[in-house]
């Protein structure tokens, strides 16, 4: 069993729906928790950043963090055909010194105009 | 967060081979890392590279295949040697951020194909 659990798409959703993308991890000494967006053919771009659980909000994206279900989702609200990209899901553990980050699969998104 | 840079942006190599992937960051940073990304998964980390010491390889990964280089705190190199096609991959650098904890910024790449 992978870490770290992500449906791998593709999510094909129109333009102004609202996505939920979604994984879950086994790892209880997971504490961080990122949320990267992945454009064809470029590197990954940091979306959100969570420390432990709660909620945070940043335009139109919400990060959640359920810790006791293992569980953090990514929220998009009117979605548009810009965030047409692959969205991976990393974490990583307190104290583990090298600040290594376990990464989803990555869920591919696309967004119909 | 950082600018980083790497070169090549892609190349294409043939088997027996090796090929150095340079990566430059704008700023001074504690951390820097390899990744790799193979066709369709998700990133994988090769090593985390040590300034003035030894890199850290993860489980699978090898100095003899992998050999890292990080002369200061703003570069690193990442070799990739004998090549075989299972190598042809994305390879990415990335630098833990100065201001927030396990975090980590990425550069855009280098798209490997090894024929």
């Known amino acids: 069993q992978k870490e770290v659990e992500q449906d791998p798409g593709p999510l094909s959703v129109p333009e102004g729906a609202i996505v939920s993308l979604n994984c879950t991890y086994s790892?209880?000494?997971?504490?961080?928790f990122m949320w990267y967006r992945q454009y064809s053919r470029k590197g990954p771009e940091l979306l959100m950043y969570?420390?432990?659980?709660g909620n945070k909000e940043d335009g139109r994206f919400t990060a959640q963090v359920d810790k006791s279900s293992k569980y953090i989702s990514l929220f998009i609200r009117d979605s548009q055909p810009s965030d047409s990209a692959t969205y991976l899901c990393?974490?990583?553990?307190?104290?583990?010194?090298?600040?290594?980050?376990?990464f989803g699969s990555g869920t591919r998104l696309q967004v119909q105009p | 967060s950082a600018v980083i840079s790497q070169k090549p942006s892609r190349d294409i190599c043939q088997r027996g081979t090796s090929l150095t992937i340079q990566c430059q960051v704008d700023?001074?940073?504690?951390?820097m890392f390899w990744y790799r990304q193979q066709p369709g998964q998700s990133l994988t980390l090769i090593a985390t590279?040590?300034?003035?010491?030894?890199?850290?390889?993860e489980s699978g990964f090898v100095i003899d295949k992998f050999p890292i280089s990080r002369p200061n705190l703003t570069f690193s190199t990442l070799t990739v040697s004998n090549m075989s096609p299972e190598d042809s991959s994305i390879y990415l650098c990335?630098?833990?951020?100065?201001?927030?904890?396990?975090?980590?910024?990425f550069g855009p790449g280098t798209r490997l194909t090894v024929l």
């Open positions: 700023s001074q940073v504690t951390m």
């Open positions: 590279a040590n300034q003035g010491s030894e890199a850290t390889y």
């Open positions: 969570t420390y432990s659980s």
């Open positions: 990335s630098v833990g951020s100065i201001t927030t904890a396990d975090t980590q910024y």
């Open positions: 990393a974490m990583s553990a307190v104290g583990t010194g090298r600040r290594a980050l376990t």
């Open positions: 790892n209880s000494a997971f504490q961080y």
